[in-house]
């Protein structure tokens, strides 16, 4: 008996920006973004491509492909730390766009883990409410957090939506377990301001504005180590060994971070699904996109046992494993 998955969508912007577009902003090269990245390419939205509005997309494809309508989904909880507004919460948006009129809707912010977060969510509600349908959906906009001027950063990050849709099956499909966590004593290796407190007694001394600001090193060393930790503790708590994983889905930061990553753990190259290269850190949508990707190309099988595993800010971490 599991959480199944019966659908999966993505929907990325028009528009593509390059490391030879960048280099006319800040400065850098295309062969130094590739070398330390492994990105080239990223998606940055335009007009009608606003956080919600592409997650609406991802979930359509979704829908689509599950053979279901809005009508059928009874809650939407959606993965983004990049909503157009604070209030109200993007899944709200989300539920307006496709006029899902009977489910009722929440965000997740655990920045680029979310949607392994929201999955979570989405699992155990349904293991409750075993009638039900979920639309789960990591969409970011994180274009319109990127400080432009900041080489450090503006290479790394890219827009997107990925959606799947979740219903509780009496098989041994499904979601296997999940194991999650955060720390939040490190929150100043990664993070991004709100805009200025209306509040002056709650005015943060020094805010730069609704960027994204990292100490990229650090970040790099944490997220090898607790996605090393996370996929290595789940496998023990699961009596499941590593040879088992038939398809890796990896949170697409940076190509260096999933190359330690794959050869920390001792997984097969060829078992890990890797598009970073086009999309670049789509943070909280960049697992779901992959798992779309790696669905249409044909790399899941009915039966596979999927692994998938997130790091972000927070610091957030965690490993899922799904058996497709
Ligand atoms: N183009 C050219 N040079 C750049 C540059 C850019 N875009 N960004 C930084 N540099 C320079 C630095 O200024 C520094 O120059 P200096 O030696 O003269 O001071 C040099 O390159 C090395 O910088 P450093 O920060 O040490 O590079 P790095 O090898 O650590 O790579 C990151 C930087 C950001 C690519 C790397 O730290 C990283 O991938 N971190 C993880 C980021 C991440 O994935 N975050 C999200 C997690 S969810």
Not at 229 to 234: E, Q, S, Y
């Given at each position: 008996m599991g959480v199944v998955i019966l659908g999966t969508g993505s929907c990325l912007p028009e528009k593509i920006i390059s490391n030879h577009d960048l280099e006319k902003r800040v400065e850098t090269s295309d062969?130094?973004?590739?070398?330390?990245?492994?990105?080239?390419?990223?998606?940055?939205?335009?007009?009608?491509?606003?956080?919600?509005?592409?997650?609406?997309s991802a979930a359509r494809n979704a829908l689509d492909v599950a053979e279901l309508t809005a009508d059928d989904i009874d809650l939407i909880i959606v993965?983004?730390?990049?909503?157009?507004?604070?209030?109200?919460?993007?899944?709200?948006?989300?539920?307006?766009?496709?006029?899902?009129?009977?489910?009722?809707?929440?965000?997740?912010?655990?920045?680029?883990?979310?949607?392994?977060?929201?999955?979570?969510?989405?699992?155990?509600y349904l293991r409750v409410e075993n009638n039900k349908k979920v639309l789960v959906i990591g969409t970011e906009t994180l274009s319109s957090r990127t400080n432009w001027q900041d080489r450090n950063t503006c290479i790394?990050?890219?827009?997107?939506?990925?959606?799947?849709?979740?219903?509780?099956?009496?098989?041994?499909?499904?979601?296997?377990?999940?194991?999650?966590?955060?720390?939040?004593?490190?929150?100043?290796?990664?993070?991004?301001?709100?805009?200025?407190?209306?509040?002056?007694?709650?005015?943060?001394?020094d805010n730069p504005g609704a960027h994204i600001l990292m100490e990229g090193k650090e970040v790099f060393k944490y997220a090898v180590k607790a996605m090393?930790?996370?996929?290595?503790?789940?496998?023990?708590?699961?009596?499941?060994?590593?040879?088992?994983?038939?398809?890796?889905?990896?949170?697409?930061?940076?190509?260096?971070?999933?190359?330690?990553?794959?050869?920390?753990l001792g997984i097969e190259q060829e078992k890990v699904f890797i598009n970073v290269h086009k999309y670049g850190n789509t943070s909280a949508a960049s697992v779901p996109i992959a798992l779309d990707e790696a669905k249409r190309e044909g790399w899941l099988k009915r039966g596979d046992l999927l692994l998938v595993c997130s790091f972000g800010g927070g610091f957030t971490w965690g490993a899922s494993l799904i058996r497709w």
């Open positions: 062969e130094w973004i590739v070398s330390r990245t492994g990105i080239s390419t990223r998606r940055i939205s335009g007009k009608g491509e606003e956080t919600y509005k592409i997650a609406a993965a983004t730390m990049s909503s157009h507004m604070l209030m109200p919460s993007c899944a709200c948006f989300v539920q307006k766009e496709l006029g899902a009129d009977k489910a009722f809707a929440y965000d997740v912010n655990a920045a680029c883990s979310g949607f392994l977060f929201a999955l979570d969510c989405g699992d155990k790394l990050f890219g827009d997107g939506a990925g959606a799947v849709v979740l219903e509780y099956q009496d098989n041994n499909r499904g979601v296997v377990a999940s194991n999650l966590f955060s720390d939040g004593r490190l929150w100043n290796l990664l993070y991004m301001h709100t805009a200025p407190s209306c509040n002056p007694a709650l005015a943060e001394e090393e930790g996370a996929v290595r503790d789940l496998l023990t708590s699961e009596q499941i060994e590593l040879e088992a994983i038939d398809v890796m889905i990896p949170h697409q930061a940076n190509i260096r971070i999933l190359n330690k990553l794959v050869s920390r």
